[in-house]
């Protein structure tokens, strides 16, 4: 998917025009590969549960919450709460806008208000690296819509064929005689002026539908070129080969048992590596949070796989109704330095060494040895992650606990704790391939992804990368990983 981007001073009216906006889109550009993933979401209607929260993956199933789980942005506009964030990244990926519903329950406000007399603004952010954002400001994208009363859940996505952003949301007006729930939409160059808002989706009759968001599929795998998921009493899935063109529904998630009295806000990704893509559906009815199907056809939903529980972690906090942007190496070090990793997330470990059993692997002064009593005892407490440069099974990062985005890396084969500078050489430094332990098979032993014949060991207590052949090396190169 494409997205798009805030701007930079507070916007009181919104200017509606009907013409083509002057400031043009540039072509795409070359881009680094994106290796990483960030998810911008929303907690729920706890004091602060309806703002903008951060997460980043490396595998896009197994999430890390940033800023402590706290929010990354807050509304200060509006009903001052945010619900529903999407990203927009421009074609020449050099802007971004994460925009929002402009909603707070946790005020007081009850539902019914919210729909039928709630704001008909978004929220808007803009930045030009996901790290510096500029105010929130409020666009009056439901303004012209008669009898409209609210503007929920919103979307966009750059159209190639007009060279602008199709900016999609969920408005409840009647029209025709029945009140209900519509997506409707709206053109934009520059997210500050806007075409008149015009119906896009109205189901048969009485049927309502909020949440729609689209995902572009490069290559037309299935036949189509983009496949949209909504909420219309189901999760239904269709495709089309043009955004605003004539769309085929291809089904929806009842095969997999899950109808749309229990899942709502659906969230799309594609997957870095591999031509597999994962759509994430919100468990509203149990409280549960976030599940992810995965398909290498998305015109096929009835062939979409529920991922297990162990094939995935959401973090510390609850994620709802979001969204998953692909990022790269870079941005993804530059948000981690931003805002930091959950220090709650994922199991926390410490490595015990096999022959020395009262001394554990431990940081100080960013250097790493083996000691006995760490005190203090984050210091020897680590996160296996997936691997940054591997993220297959078996394949491990070690950061640090109390230093997120700090990973153990060879360098002349010394073990260090390095912060994660984003590069493939970094990634590579930090990865290793967890064997069975080399002295004891019910231990482990981490072997080096691009020195294949290393591995980690101790010498003298501190840590190396080394060659094992006598036995005293293979002891040496053995862990027991320990809570």
């Excluded at 410490?350 to 009593?373: A, C, E, G, T």
């Excluded at 981490?446 to 990368?465: C, E, G």
Aim: glycine content about 10%.
């Amino acid at each position: 998917m494409f997205l798009r981007r805030p701007a930079l001073s507070l916007l009181t009216v919104l200017a509606v025009v009907t013409g083509t906006c002057a400031i043009s889109v540039a072509p795409a550009a070359a881009a680094d590969p994106t290796t990483a993933y960030l998810m911008a979401h929303f907690t729920g209607e706890s004091a602060n549960g309806e703002q903008i929260y951060f997460a980043t993956s490396t595998d896009g199933l197994r999430w890390t919450d940033l800023n402590n789980s706290q929010p990354a942005l807050t509304s200060t506009v509006g009903e001052r709460g945010v619900r529903d964030p999407s990203i927009v990244r421009s074609p020449n990926g050099d802007r971004f806008w994460l925009i929002a519903t402009d909603l707070r329950i946790a005020s007081g406000k009850g539902w019914d208000t919210a729909q039928n007399a709630g704001s008909k603004s978004l929220v808007v952010w803009e930045s030009t690296d996901l790290v510096n954002w500029s105010a929130p400001r409020l666009v009056n994208v439901a303004g012209s819509i008669s009898g409209a009363g609210n503007a929920w859940a919103p979307e966009a996505i750059y159209d190639p064929a007009s060279g602008d952003y199709v900016v999609y949301w969920a408005t409840k007006a009647p029209l025709d005689g029945v009140t209900k729930h519509r997506i409707y939409y709206t053109r934009t160059r520059d997210f500050r002026t806007f075409s008149a808002a015009r119906v896009y989706i109205d189901r048969p009759g009485t049927q309502g539908i909020i949440d729609t968001q689209i995902i572009e599929v490069a290559g037309n795998v299935g036949g189509y070129r983009y496949v949209r998921a909504s909420g219309d009493g189901q999760i239904s899935i269709e495709g089309s080969n043009s955004i605003l063109g004539s769309w085929t529904r291809l089904g929806n998630l009842s095969g997999q048992g899950l109808p749309g009295s229990q899942v709502e806000g659906p969230m799309w990704q594609k997957f870095n590596d591999r031509n597999e893509w994962g759509l994430w559906v919100d468990q509203y009815a149990t409280g549960r949070g976030y599940l992810p199907l995965t398909t290498t056809n998305l015109a096929n939903p009835s062939g979409y796989r529920i991922r297990s529980s162990s094939e995935y972690s959401l973090g510390s906090s609850r994620k709802r109704h979001g969204f998953i942007l692909p990022i790269t190496a870079a941005q993804h070090t530059a948000l981690r330095n931003r805002w930091g990793g959950s220090t709650s997330t994922g199991p926390v470990n410490r490595l015990q060494s096999y022959n020395f059993s009262d001394r554990y692997v431990r940081h100080v002064d960013y250097d790493v040895r083996i000691d006995p009593n760490v005190s203090p005892a984050q210091d020897a407490q680590w996160r296996l992650v997936a691997g940054l440069s591997n993220s297959a099974s078996g394949y491990v990062s070690i950061e640090s606990v109390n230093h997120p985005g700090y990973y153990l890396r060879h360098f002349d084969y010394d073990l260090s704790l390095v912060q994660n500078d984003g590069s493939t050489q970094f990634a590579a430094d930090a990865t290793f391939r967890r064997v069975a332990g080399l002295a004891d098979p019910s231990a482990a032993s981490f072997q080096s992804v691009n020195f294949t014949d290393r591995y980690i060991r101790h010498s003298d207590y501190l840590l190396r990368l080394d060659p094992i052949s006598a036995d005293t090396d293979r002891a040496d190169a053995t862990f027991r990983v320990t809570g």
